[in-house]
């Protein structure tokens, strides 16, 4: 049975931990989204050197660590005299990982869009770049809520490697509670718990939304 005076004793520890992995994730989420769909449009783009960038993005960034992304950050932009905290390296960095997952998903939706919507639209007077911003990202984002649902509750989770940095968040802070209680089992199992908390509601949100959009369909 854990000791549930772990988490009351330190209850100011444990939230304080808990409000910076929810900030963390949301900043995290936005802006992996917003780089995502940049790089997802770099993949289908008829430029060339475009379509190489978004390409090499994916595949370096994909298929490496998020400790070493976030490593970079931490260790590597002080080597150029760039000092940054713990906290924005890991989120910085946790932005960059996701967004390598997030632009596959967005490449597959816009490809499952027909092509006939880019050829009406463009010629309706749209340009290209309105195009994919009014008539097929939306489409497109639509087809893949569940893979961007999955994606955005791994990088919950995955805000933990801010732990590693200093990164002010709630298994840091966890970290010090272990350490001040030596209860490591209690102390790791109310982590869990409180991951549970914002995950679980993003899974049955996620969830809703799709049901909601495939009735619409």
């Known amino acids: 049975m854990p000791d549930f005076s772990i988490f ?110 880019m050829e009406a639209a463009q010629s309706s007077g749209l340009t290209y770049v309105q195009a994919m911003r009014y008539v097929i990202l939306p489409q497109a984002i639509k ?6 649902s999955n994606q955005f509750i791994n990088l919950v989770k995955n805000s933990s490697v801010l732990g590693v940095f200093a990164g002010m968040d709630l298994m840091y802070f966890a970290d010090q509670v272990a350490s001040d209680t030596y209860a490591t089992f209690d102390t790791y199992i109310f982590v869990a718990a409180l991951y549970l908390v914002l995950t679980l509601p993003l899974s049955y949100g996620a969830l809703r939304l799709e049901r909601r959009l495939a009735r619409t369909n």
């Open 143 to 148: 087809i893949v809520i569940p893979p961007l």
């Open 8 to 117: 009351t004793g330190y209850w100011d520890v444990y939230m304080k931990g808990f409000g910076n992995t929810i900030l963390s994730s949301i900043i995290a989420l936005a802006g992996s989204f917003v780089l995502g769909t940049i790089i997802a449009v770099f993949r289908i783009s008829s430029v060339k050197p475009l379509r190489w960038l978004g390409t090499i993005y994916v595949e370096f960034i994909r298929n490496i660590p998020l400790m070493l992304v976030v490593f970079v950050f931490f260790y590597g932009l002080p080597s150029i005299g760039v000092t940054l905290s713990g906290f924005v390296c890991g989120t910085t960095g946790l932005a960059v990982y996701t967004a390598s997952f997030i632009a596959e998903a967005i490449r597959a939706g816009i490809m499952s869009v027909p092509k006939g919507q």
